[in-house]
């Protein structure tokens, strides 16, 4: 296409959805940048994002948006073009998503701190980047390779940034001529493209507008109450949750604390000076700031009342004693795709923050259909794969029209991949993933129930069922533990707590393994095709167990 825009990339947006989400008001013409510039007018030095060096008022955070957006310009970057941003917590990162809204350029930042420069130069190919902001000597392979220099030959990279000082004014020395072009006031276009997590095969990008972006996070808003206040991520800028941390805390007008401490340093100091009042992170981080609280008394930071854990179901020895601390849980679920749209509400009972993940939120629903045929609606309680639609909704995977038709069933639902089942009150039960059923003997067993019960026992931790081959049944059911403090714990003594907690016998696990940790991908999501792989290659060794009923034991 030529003129000064580039070609729009290929979506699933349609006149009919822009005109229904906002007529009900989920979807509306505020870009992320103009809400904040909005905030800037209303309160020009109220704080909007901080790390360890900085803190960063709305009047400053569209400042600097403006400064990089107006480079980007001046270096031919067109609407629809996309940047890529491949730095550790810091608040550039937010900045140039804002300089991304404003100027209609496509916002790539979940490149991750463990990604090789080589990983980092071929989804950089991928998406055809017009720009690069990153840092050097960050990645995993840093002391070796480069990724500027890697980057030097690529024609269709027009610039390329490295950051300053962790301490310096963020983009206060913009090398090359500026442009200064009128804010987009599309919200429908695509502004954030970032890639799945790749458990179960190459990642995917996905491609989300300003108003997928806003519509759960306005509700989230809304039923945590969480307007002007200040908000904390423990997960980065590069991961989902991290930004769903960001676009809440803009959306309602509030600060966002980013988690950059040097090692040995004290949460619970950084969230008492921070005056944090909600928590994003995975159970690994309620884990570890429970240590700490724990080491420390029963002191806790005021003002902290409330912790989204995603990613894993949550221990209820965990929901447990935050709640003892005067933190509420939420437990949640959401995909890269979907955004955060499911989650319990602060009245929630614990039996409900520990059993389930909420109810989906107000502009998104979702059904439950036949595992084996997906345009066939599962009956009440029934397990079946999760489908889903929207105002949260992905518009679609970039660059790849194949696997976007492959993810919606014949009624225009969202599937998944997930299983699970909605009960009686509407609150949503995961199982597991539907690649994830573990099938003995042609008998379906759903691992996440196991892990249920499994951290139900007070000296686990972490648990992960998986599946290992076995010639006569096909495959039978490994449990996987990690053990608070390291505590050994008896196998049969845990076959009977699975026993006493309601686990069927035919689903009892046949084989164990107590690890020190679980292998985990960059945003903190259990990888058990890798256990499976390190089992069946005879790197992990599982030892067998035998469920025996007491009854038998009498006998």
């Known amino acids: 296409m030529s003129g000064s825009r580039s070609a729009p990339l290929l979506t699933l947006l349609t006149a009919p959805t822009v005109a229904a989400y906002t007529a009900v008001g989920f979807w509306g013409a505020e870009t992320i940048y103009n809400l ?48 890529a941003v491949w730095l550790p917590s810091r608040v550039e990162t937010a900045i140039a998503l804002l300089a991304c809204s404003r100027n209609g350029y496509v916002c790539c930042p979940s490149l991750h701190h463990d990604h090789t420069v080589g990983e980092i130069t071929a989804l950089v190919d991928r998406l055809r980047a017009s720009a690069l902001i990153a840092q050097l000597g960050y990645g995993g392979d840093a002391d070796r390779h480069d990724v500027f220099a890697e980057l030097a030959d690529r024609d269709f990279l027009r610039c390329a940034w490295s950051v300053g000082p962790a301490d310096a004014t963020a983009f206060g020395e913009l090398a090359g001529p500026a442009l200064e072009i009128e804010a987009t006031a599309d919200a429908n276009q695509v502004m954030y493209l970032p890639f799945t997590s790749g458990t179960t095969g190459e990642p995917k990008g996905v491609m989300h507008s300003d108003n997928t972006l ?4 306005r509700m989230m808003v809304r039923d945590w109450r969480l307007g002007r206040t200040v908000l904390y991520t423990l997960s980065p800028l590069s991961h989902n949750l991290g930004l ?37 992170g995975v159970p690994t981080h309620a884990i570890d700031l429970l240590a700490e609280l724990r ?4 002191w806790h930071p005021a003002a902290l009342r409330g912790f989204r854990i995603s990613g894993a179901a949550m221990p209820p020895p965990v929901v447990a004693e935050l709640m003892q601390y005067g933190i509420v849980p939420q437990s949640g679920y959401g995909m890269t795709e979907t955004c955060s749209h499911q989650y319990t509400l602060p009245d929630d009972p614990p039996e409900r923050m520990v059993e ?14 036949r595992q084996n045929d997906p345009d066939t609606e599962a009956a009440p309680g029934e397990i079946g794969e999760i489908g889903g639609r929207g105002a949260s909704l992905m518009l679609g995977y970039f660059d790849d029209q194949k696997a976007t038709e492959a993810a919606f069933n014949a009624q225009g639902w969202f599937m998944t991949g997930d299983l699970g089942w909605i009960d009686e009150a509407g609150y949503l039960r995961i199982t597991g993933r539907k690649n994830d059923v573990i099938i003995r003997g042609g008998r379906n067993i759903h691992p996440a129930r196991i892990e249920i019960l499994a951290q139900r026992h007070a000296a686990i931790e972490k648990a992960a069922a998986f599946p290992v081959s076995d010639t006569r049944l096909g495959e039978r059911v490994c449990l996987a533990i990690v053990t608070r403090g390291d505590i050994q714990v008896d196998p049969g003594a845990l076959l009977e707590h699975l026993d006493a907690s309601g686990l069927s016998r035919y689903d009892m696990p046949e084989f164990m393994l ?19 792989r390190r089992a069946a290659e005879g790197e992990l060794q599982p030892f067998p167990v035998r469920f025996v009923p007491r009854s038998a034991v009498r006998d």
């Open 36 to 83: 904040a510039a909005r905030h800037a007018r209303a309160t020009p030095q109220a704080p909007a994002v901080r790390d360890r060096h900085r803190r960063l008022s709305y009047t400053d955070l569209v400042a600097a948006a403006d400064r990089l957006a107006a480079c980007l310009a001046g270096h031919d970057i067109r609407p629809g073009h996309r940047v």
């Open 214 to 217: 806003l519509a759960t996070a």
């Open 244 to 280: 769903g941390a960001l676009i809440t805390a803009l959306a309602g007008g509030g600060e966002l604390v980013l988690h950059d401490l040097r090692r040995g340093e004290s949460l619970v100091d950084r969230l008492e000076q921070t005056g944090a009042v909600f928590l994003f």
């Open 295 to 298: 080491a420390r008394g029963a």
């Open 356 to 369: 389930t993940c909420g109810r989906a939120c107000g502009g998104y629903e979702i059904r439950i259909w």
């Open 514 to 532: 107590q690890l020190s940790e679980m292998p985990l991908t960059a945003s903190g999501k259990l990888l058990k095709r890798e256990l499976a």
